[in-house]
């Protein structure tokens, strides 16, 4: 890109600085191509970009954004910036040129991505609305460098060095999203900034192996982060979730959420006067204000879908996840705040069309942390009342089979009802079970390495150091804390690390000789061991989806459904219908491309995830049609044999006496096992525990930092 002028400075500070206005009502539009033009000019662009994304837009595309490009032209034209300019119609000129480039910048972006096709634009008609916005978007560059000879073209490098940066953010530049914004910069061409931007980006989609899965039906995807989400719509990503965590890191990497966020502080006085004892609400005021952008953004998929697809997953309050009360009380209130919001957004997404089913309806479902039983009975009331839940901290057979028989209970009474159903989740932290046995078996090893060991301290010391973790020189702490320590996730990534495969081959050959010492083992075991573990969240998946999605059991449990609630035979198929496994917590590219299925699956990925399993596409031999409904095909013959020997595998896999017999009941046949994990001690399992803990902290930590920022205003403005 050129190298800004003094001027480009100016502008560039503009344009970043640039933030929309109030939507007004009523609105005034004439017609679509004029709603356009108003909304865009008014500083949402994203949102008169999306409207166009309808399906009674089909065939009507080209001819309307041709008129939308007739308008802005006029407006360009008239937008020309002089040097005897005052300052304040400087800015709005440089607005007005802004928001013109960021609109057909938008409108191309959807027509490339799978959106288009989502709403059945044709490929034709796709094609040439591109054109139209290529050659809309050279000549306004034109004009700009006939105007600015030594500047070039400011307004639109600066358009497209915002649109780079945005991209580059997300996730600290660890992201696949950050990987495309380096492919399209690489594609830039001058003088024809926009334009070729347009087209690099075509291209960087296109061949993206997520928009081939995608187009191709091999599998849905979900994103478990906050920003970037426009980039992977236009992928065919179809749904977001949140947490404590990942709403502590939307803030952090987009710091203008917190202006966001004080400006709604203003809005409630009472925050001030007591921000500790309106601590909760505070937090969930600050996680809505990250919420919102996140729900704008999937909101012409859900509509497009029916609530099929374009979820924004809300994570309740992890302090009363074992409250029926509370947790529905807080899902009533966000619901609430979410459908006044949406309802305006709708207004200005869905206006002069005649399909307005769903307007107003939030695209929303609720995180319910699986830590107790009672995760089952408010699953069962959300999904009585049409809102979808998409059940957490789950990494047991036991525990997703009765979480999804819950959501069925609750799905088919409000269908019964009448009430409109919404898609729902139920995660499978495969990512997060496979590190707990890793744990579990790097203890056991390291523990039978020490036992009778002269060498111990000195084993765990070298262990500690080679690991980059640190052991407490204290000869009374217990040898069991220590170990869990060093052997934990956020050192440990694998049984074959160098430095503690040779620590135990070191403290193997160190023992006593008259036997006292740890249980030789070899490399080769640990390699083996490993392997197993790294199958253990997709072997756990494949379980779930099997008893519930299999061919045979699905029809199963449709006729179950119909029986049970008295429901035509296609009600019962919504029903399953809107059901989807979701595989998360990836912590390798096979996470991803062992758990695909055409069908009652989406795959939710970390952005750092997205980037291992793209660049996995690109090896040398590599072939997606050989995972075509994978999560439905067996992986390696003594996989499940080995893991088996793990007993918080065990556990993890194996069903009880209780649900076997539910099963039975639906006419599938299911067996328990010797050692299933309970109801009643879900909240002791070490999974749960691990990340429960977690979310408890992220949510007191995130809880803290908002609340001191009401306490700081309140100071501020106090006399």
């Known amino acids: 890109m050129t190298v800004p002028t003094r001027s480009s400075e100016e502008v560039r500070s503009l344009v970043q600085g640039s933030s929309p206005e109030e939507l007004t009502f009523p609105i005034r539009s004439l017609d679509h191509c004029d709603h356009v033009v108003n909304t865009s000019l008014a500083g949402h662009p994203e949102l008169a970009a999306d409207h166009l994304l309808n399906v009674e837009m089909v065939g009507k595309l080209a001819g309307c954004v041709g008129s939308v490009i007739r308008q802005l032209n006029l407006e360009f034209v008239k937008s020309r910036v002089t040097s005897d300019d005052p300052a304040e119609v400087r800015t709005r000129k440089i607005q007005a ?365 070298q262990l500690a150091q080679g690991l980059g973790a640190s052991v407490e020189p204290d000869e009374t702490r217990p040898l069991v804390e220590k170990v869990r320590a060093v052997c934990s996730f956020k050192y440990l990534k694998s049984l074959t690390d160098r430095t503690f495969s040779e620590t135990v081959a070191s403290g193997d050959r160190q023992a006593p000789s008259e036997g006292k010492g740890g249980r030789a083992i070899s490399l080769a075991q640990l390699a083996e061991t490993e392997e197993a573990i790294g199958y253990a969240g997709t072997v756990v998946a494949q379980k779930v989806y099997g008893i519930f999605f299999s061919p045979e059991n699905r029809a199963k449990w449709i006729a179950y459904v119909q029986k049970q609630f008295d429901l035509s035979k296609s009600e019962a198929e919504e029903v399953m219908d809107k059901i989807d496994v979701l595989p998360a917590s990836k912590r390798k590219p096979d996470d991803t491309y062992l758990t695909l299925a055409r069908r009652n699956v989406t795959n939710t990925e970390f952005p750092n995830h997205q980037l291992d399993v793209l660049l996995a596409s690109r090896r040398q031999g590599f072939d997606i049609h050989r995972f075509e409904d994978s999560i439905a095909k067996s992986h390696a013959r003594n996989v499940l044999e080995r893991l088996l020997r793990i007993e918080d595998f065990r556990r993890a896999y194996e069903l009880t006496p209780e649900l076997a017999g539910e099963l039975q009941r639906v006419g599938i046949d299911a067996e328990s096992g010797e050692r299933p994990l309970r109801s009643e001690e879900w909240s002791s399992f070490g999974p749960v525990v691990k990340t429960m803990t977690e979310f408890r902290n992220a949510y007191s930590s995130f809880r803290k930092v908002v609340t001191g920022i009401v306490s700081e205003s309140a100071t501020r403005r106090s006399p």
């Not at 966020?261 to 990250?290: C, L, Y």
């Not at 319910?368 to 069962?380: G, K, N």
């Open 97 to 461: 040129r802004q928001r013109s480039y960021d609109v057909l910048v938008e409108i191309a972006l959807n027509a490339v991505g799978v959106e288009g096709r989502r709403v059945g634009f044709s490929e034709e008609e796709t094609d040439q609305t591109i054109r139209q916005v290529v050659n809309a978007l050279e000549r306004w560059e034109e004009l700009e460098a006939t105007e600015e000879p030594r500047s070039g073209s400011p307004i639109a490098s600066a358009v497209v060095e915002r649109i780079l940066e945005g991209m580059r953010v997300v996730a600290g530049g660890t992201s696949m999203v950050a990987h495309m914004a380096k492919e399209i910069e690489d594609q830039l061409v001058n003088g024809r900034l926009a334009s070729s931007l347009v087209q690099a980006a075509k291209k960087v989609i296109r061949e993206n192996i997520y928009y081939e899965m995608t187009v191709e039906g091999l599998c849905k995807f979900g994103n478990d982060y906050a920003i970037g989400l426009r980039w992977l719509r236009h992928l065919g990503f179809v749904q977001v979730s949140t947490n404590p965590v990942l709403a502590a890191r939307a803030y952090n990497d987009d710091p203008r959420l917190w202006d966001d966020f004080r400006n709604v502080a203003k809005a409630h006085p009472e925050w001030s006067q007591d921000p500790e004892g309106f601590g909760d609400e505070i937090a969930m005021g600050a996680t809505m204000v990250a919420l919102w952008p996140n729900m704008v953004v999937f909101r012409p998929i859900a509509l497009i879908s029916g609530m099929h697809d374009g979820m924004v997953s809300y994570q309740l309050n992890p302090r009363v996840a074992t409250s029926l009360e509370g947790s529905i009380t807080d899902a009533l209130k966000i619901y609430s705040h979410a459908a006044e919001f949406i309802r305006d957004y709708d207004s200005y997404l869905a206006w002069g069309y005649s399909n307005r089913r769903d307007s107003g309806r939030p695209n929303i479902v609720f995180k319910v942390a699986a830590e107790s039983p009672v995760a089952c009975d408010i699953t069962t009331a959300l999904n009585g009342m049409g809102i979808g839940t998409n059940n957490t901290v789950t990494f047991t057979v036991a525990q997703e089979v009765a979480l999804i028989m819950a959501a069925i209970r609750g799905m088919g009474k409000a269908k019964r009802m009448g009430i409109p159903l919404t898609q729902i989740y139920e995660t499978n932290m495969g990512g997060r079970l496979e590190s707990h046995l890793r744990e579990v078996e790097a203890e056991r090893i390291l523990l039978e390495t020490c036992d009778g060991s002269d060498t111990k301290e000195m084993l765990l010391r």
